[in-house]
């Protein structure tokens, strides 16, 4: 009974010492929360710092990954142009397309919704890109969009991607530096900041 009395401390101890963690992250990740439904990230989804660097080197990295994707496209609805990266996976996922009765339609959906005078989420196309593109649209095939989709990647890896790499949307996924802590506190805040910044970023379209 003695040893019984002398183990319930530990075993209160350690119910709070969880509970606190529990009551800690939920208050530094209610940000997350607040910003409507998100996809919870398990441990095996966390983007590894090796992936994150790989980001940096170019656009195409970047986008390419499900985690950078989604951080692009965070940060671009910050600066209202998400539009951009819709359009482009737009046209990647009608490249995709296999039957050619679909083609069409797709084709119709993407000019309506980003390239038309009334498109809702008009993409910035030159004149002769945009000429071209409709006159694709009399007998649509997958490469249609090739050339809008070409200028509209060169225009956010000059402009809205160098941006990015310098923004929190960036930066806070990339290990902070080891100056001025140890090395146990440095891998937490590191683990921490990733699992809620993933949450924050891991919803796409």
């Not at 950078?68 to 600066?79: C, D, N, Q, V």
């Not at 819709?86 to 084709?107: G, I, M, N």
């Not at 593109?133 to 000059?158: G, V, W, Y």
Request: proline share 4%; hydrophobic share 30%.
């Amino acid at each position: 009974s003695t040893e019984m009395l002398k183990a319930i401390p530990a075993v209160y101890l350690d119910m709070k010492h969880r509970l606190g963690v529990l009551l800690q992250k939920s208050d530094s990740c209610d940000y997350s929360s607040s910003q409507g439904k998100k996809e919870k990230i398990s441990p095996s989804q966390r983007v590894s710092q090796e992936e994150v660097k790989k980001w940096a080197e170019s656009l195409e990295n970047l986008i390419h990954h499900d985690r950078g994707l989604a951080a692009f496209r965070a940060f671009l609805k910050s600066e209202y142009s998400e539009e951009n990266i819709d359009f482009w996976v737009s046209c990647e996922e009608y490249k995709k397309t296999k039957s050619p009765a679909k083609l069409s339609p797709k084709a119709r959906k993407i000019y309506d919704e980003f390239i038309s005078v009334q498109a809702t989420k008009e993409v910035n196309l030159d004149s002769c890109t945009r000429e071209k593109t409709s006159h694709n649209m009399l007998e649509p095939t997958l490469s249609c969009f090739d050339e809008a989709q070409r200028k509209i990647f060169t225009l956010m890896e000059k402009d809205s991607y160098r941006r990015f790499l310098k923004s929190p949307y960036y930066l806070d996924l990339v290990s902070p530096p080891g100056a001025g802590c140890g090395p146990e506190s440095c891998q937490r805040t590191h683990a921490h900041s990733l699992d809620c910044n993933s949450n924050i970023i891991s919803q796409c379209a």
